[in-house]
């Protein structure tokens, strides 16, 4: 019997132990691991990758063979034709322009422009893990503070109730207690809303379903010693993938704008044959009327005039990258206000908290000097259901200052592109 026992209190230790707390690390790697986007971009980087691959095939010889069988019916006084002919060629370009090796570095610039898209929208992901995970420890923390606030309104409510037994104080006393209480509890069921709100935010964002059971750990923030904005700017522009995105492809774009300046230039191939004739219908090496021909020809071609084409296809590539520098310089502005706003919202949190750390202290010793004069007789109800609201105030701006730290310096982080934005 003893046995048992010890079994059971072993297995429910074990089932205890198995459910551990969700840590913002690992709500990242199972929203980056969930997400349909990374999938998505990852198969527009393999494709990128397989044009590439396609931009070597000029690189490579060109082999053909081909087949030509004909009979001819000259006369009825005449014999009959009959003629087959069977070539195997090889076609090679000694030199196009340098068409065929620009149109080789837009496609790796092209297939470098979508692995830089992903990494972006990892990094956005990371930061929506971020997010979801930091709201929903906000919304516990409220939660817990509404708790409190309603703990201490039933703590006063019965010292209430006693002093009306004894005559000490009017009714109206308890009846303002009971609106104080309902009011409260209704911001507890409203905090508890938001909190179940906040765990199903985080199963979308995590891509699974989190368990009813499935707590998620708090964490302490890092002192941050951030630099000159500068240093940050200057580190951000080399960080970024958005930037490196735009960038590549504004290289593609030129290496494309000077493949079309090859085709304004001289073709030359090397061409390399080898031709059976024969009589029958198949050509036969036995055969007495067997007849080959082997050739090695050096063919240049120049398009001299086809219409102003070319010329047209430059000018718009032309103004293309032009857009295309536009478009960088526009969001190298963007990406820097982003940064300002950032530091900006970092710093204002940090003021904020500061100043709610000490008038949780001052709530806190306010309620208690308040609570001593009630138990006094010197303090009314008033004075301790408002030392009470100041209090649950004080610790409500508390929360929302430390968690607006926490996802100001997320935010910093995604805006400098700080940690992963590689993912499997």
Same mark, same amino acid.
């Given at each position: 019997?003893?046995?048992?026992?010890?079994l059971?209190?072993?297995s429910?230790?074990?089932?205890?132990?198995?459910v551990?707390?969700?840590?913002?690390?690992?709500?990242v790697?199972d929203?980056l691991q969930?997400?349909?986007?990374?999938?998505?971009?990852l198969? *527009?980087e393999s494709?990128?990758s397989?044009?590439?691959d396609?931009a070597k095939?000029?690189?490579?010889p060109r082999?053909?063979?081909n087949?030509?069988y004909?009979?001819e019916?000259?006369?009825?006084n005449?014999?009959?034709?009959?003629?087959?002919?069977?070539?195997?060629?090889?076609?090679?370009?000694l030199?196009? /322009? /340098?068409?065929d090796?620009?149109?080789?570095?837009e496609?790796r #610039?092209?297939?470098?422009a979508?692995?830089y898209?992903?990494?972006?929208?990892v990094?956005?992901?990371?930061?929506e893990a971020?997010?979801a995970y930091?709201?929903?420890?906000?919304?516990?923390?409220?939660v817990?503070?509404?708790?409190?606030?309603?703990?201490?309104?039933a703590?006063?409510?019965?010292?209430t109730q006693l002093?009306?037994?004894?005559g000490?104080?009017?009714?109206?006393?308890?009846?303002?207690?009971?609106v104080?209480m309902?009011?409260?509890?209704q911001?507890?069921?409203?905090?508890k809303g938001?909190y179940?709100?906040?765990?199903?935010?985080?199963?979308?964002t995590?891509g699974?379903t989190? /368990?009813s059971?499935?707590q998620?750990?708090?964490?302490s923030?890092?002192?941050?010693s951030?630099?000159?904005?500068e240093?940050?700017?200057?580190?951000?522009?080399t960080k970024?993938?958005e930037?490196?995105?735009l960038?590549?492809?504004?290289?593609?774009?030129?290496a494309g704008r000077?493949?079309?300046q090859?085709?304004?230039?001289?073709?030359v191939?090397?061409?390399l044959?080898?031709?059976?004739?024969d009589n029958?219908?198949?050509p036969?090496?036995s055969?007495?009327? #067997?007849d080959?021909?082997?050739?090695a020809?050096?063919?240049?071609?120049w398009?001299?005039?086809s219409?102003?084409?070319t010329?047209y296809?430059l *000018?718009g590539?032309?103004?293309?990258?032009?857009s295309r520098q536009?478009?960088?310089?526009a969001t190298?502005?963007?990406l820097t206000?982003?940064?300002?706003?950032?530091?900006?919202?970092?710093r204002v949190?940090?003021r904020n908290?500061?100043?709610a750390?000490?008038?949780?202290?001052q709530a806190?010793?306010?309620?208690?000097?308040?609570?001593n004069?009630?138990?006094?007789?010197v303090?009314?109800?008033?004075?301790?259901?408002?030392?009470?609201?100041?209090?649950t105030?004080?610790?409500n701006?508390k929360?929302?200052a430390q968690?607006?730290?926490?996802?100001?310096?997320?935010?910093?982080?995604r805006?400098?592109?700080? /940690?992963?934005?590689l993912?499997k």
């Open positions: 019997m003893k046995i048992l026992l010890i059971g209190l072993v429910l230790t074990l089932v205890s132990n198995s551990q707390a969700l840590t913002i690390d690992q709500a790697a929203a969930h997400n349909p986007q990374i999938q998505q971009f198969e *527009i494709a990128a397989a044009r590439t396609v095939a000029p690189f490579w082999i053909d063979t087949y030509r004909w009979w019916d000259r006369d009825p005449l014999d009959n034709r009959k003629l087959s002919v069977a070539e195997a060629r090889a076609d090679y370009n030199f196009n /322009g /340098g068409s090796w620009f149109r080789l570095h496609a #610039y092209k297939a470098s979508a692995n898209k992903r990494r972006s929208i990094a956005d992901i990371v930061l971020k997010k930091i709201e929903i420890l906000r919304a516990k923390r409220n817990a503070t509404e708790g409190k606030s309603v703990e201490l309104l703590q006063q409510r019965h010292d002093r009306l037994e004894q000490l104080i009017a009714r109206n006393d308890l009846l303002r207690v009971d104080e309902a009011t409260a509890q911001r507890l069921a409203l905090a938001r179940e709100i906040a765990r199903n935010v985080m199963a979308k995590l699974r989190l /368990g059971e499935e998620v750990a708090d964490f923030l890092q002192p941050v951030l630099q000159q904005e240093v940050l700017r200057q580190v951000m522009f970024r993938s930037l490196h995105f960038r590549s492809l504004l290289a593609g774009q030129e000077k493949a079309v090859g085709d304004l230039m001289p073709d191939d090397l061409i044959s080898y031709t059976w004739f029958n219908g198949l036969e090496i055969y007495a009327g #067997y080959s021909e082997t050739k020809i050096v063919q240049a071609s398009t001299l005039f219409g102003f084409d010329s296809e *000018i590539r032309k103004h293309e990258i032009r536009e478009e960088i310089k190298e502005d963007q206000l982003q940064l300002q706003t950032a530091l900006e919202a970092f949190s940090e908290l500061a100043t750390i000490t008038a949780v202290v806190e010793e306010n309620y208690r000097v308040n609570d004069r009630y138990q006094a007789n303090a009314s109800t008033v004075d301790l259901l408002d030392a009470q609201e100041f209090l105030r004080a610790r701006e929360v929302k968690y607006d730290l926490f996802l100001a310096e997320a935010v910093i982080e805006v400098l592109e700080r /940690g992963p934005t993912s």
